[in-house]
């Protein structure tokens, strides 16, 4: 793949930033502050980087405004200074990304593939993937190998399932989705009731389904369980982590942000632009509003209001939780000043 190199001045021009030294300085690659070597673009968030500036051998560094850049010379380097510079970092690290690894455009001949499955335009379908009946691929969608699309499933236009994905029957994906590798829509949601006689456990059938809005990137091995009556829904623009567990009937928002290992107890409802934090349990038909934050480890017990930011084990508004932080540290030192009154 050939070398991929850009001006400080074209860099200035698609991210929109002043530029402060040479704009023929040309950067090669992104890297981080401590481990560029020249040629390299780096990113500074805040003052606490800026500082590592000068030991740094990045050749163009991105900043925010206002901050400080201590003994930035710019006759031999180039800041490029910017209003957010995390969307300056996504700009610029998609300029260098390398090419994707997809399926050769076609299908692939170890695939399966139903008669009355419908098969888009402009396809990639790689080795040993399983297309059951009435499935629907639409334009432009890439499957890896070993994936399997179950009956009746729809996949959206310029969709990419990654290898060992598994689409249940009837589940629906929205254009432009990302789904990781082992990925599991639409698996039974756990609901059991013990028999009249207490002798064992019935399985309670789920005749829902899983729906996923339009770019959708769900992160590899979780598993968004189908709905019991109605279905499992994931709005347009929301994005899960790895190894996350959805339940049944569950409705999430849309750009929502889920972080590794959360899992979701059945029939919660997540409103839109909420973001939860990693390892976060948060129990049934608890009701999560807009813009809601959720701190990591905590558990959620009973619903959040919008725009709230929650913390802790049960979880509770944040400055609660920081204060009963704040008081338990302090009985060590209580205890021990109890003690030497007795005395």
């Not at 190199?5 to 040479?22: F, H, K, M, N, P």
């Not at 690894?101 to 299908?107: K, Y």
């Not at 139903?114 to 040993?128: E, L, N, Q, T, W």
């Amino acid at each position: 793949m050939p070398l991929k190199q850009y001006t400080a001045g074209y860099l200035a021009e698609r991210i929109g930033a002043r530029v402060d030294g040479l704009s023929e300085t040309l950067g090669t690659r992104c890297s981080s502050l401590a481990g560029a070597v020249e040629g390299d673009v780096t990113f500074m968030v805040n003052a606490k980087y800026s500082k590592r500036w000068k030991e740094s051998a990045a050749s163009i560094g991105i900043v925010p405004n206002g901050i400080q850049v201590p003994e930035h010379d710019a006759s031999k380097r180039t800041l490029l200074w910017v209003e957010n510079v995390e969307v300056a970092m996504a700009t610029v690290l998609s300029l260098f990304a390398r090419e994707d690894d997809l399926p050769e455009l076609g299908v692939h001949t170890t695939t399966v593939i139903s008669s009355s499955a419908k098969i888009g335009a402009h396809v990639r379908i790689g080795p040993f993937v399983v297309i059951a009946d009435d499935a629907i691929i639409a334009d432009n969608v890439s499957i890896h190998s070993g994936t399997r699309v179950g009956k009746g499933a729809c996949i959206g236009a310029g969709t990419i399932l990654y290898s060992g994905v598994v689409i249940g029957q009837y589940c629906k994906v929205g254009e432009g989705c990302i789904l990781h590798g082992n990925v599991v829509l639409g698996t039974d949601g756990f609901g059991y009731c013990a028999n009249e006689e207490q002798t064992h456990l019935i399985k309670i059938q789920h005749n829902g389904n899983v729906e996923l809005g339009n770019n959708v990137e769900i992160g590899s091995n979780s598993c968004i369980d189908r709905g019991k009556f109605s279905p499992t829904v994931i709005g347009s623009g929301t994005k899960i982590d790895n190894l996350v567990q959805v339940g049944h009937n569950c409705i999430i928002g849309e750009h929502c942000a889920i972080s590794a290992t959360t899992a979701i107890a059945g029939s919660v409802v997540i409103g839109n632009w909420v973001q939860i934090g990693g390892n976060v349990g948060i129990s049934p038909h608890c009701v999560i509003g807009d813009g809601a934050k959720i701190g990591a480890k905590s558990g959620v017990m009973h619903d959040i209001p919008a725009g709230e930011e929650w913390l802790g084990l049960p979880a509770s508004p944040l400055r609660d939780a920081l204060r009963q932080w704040s008081s338990t540290r302090k009985l060590p030192r209580i205890i021990a000043d109890m003690h030497r009154e007795k005395k």
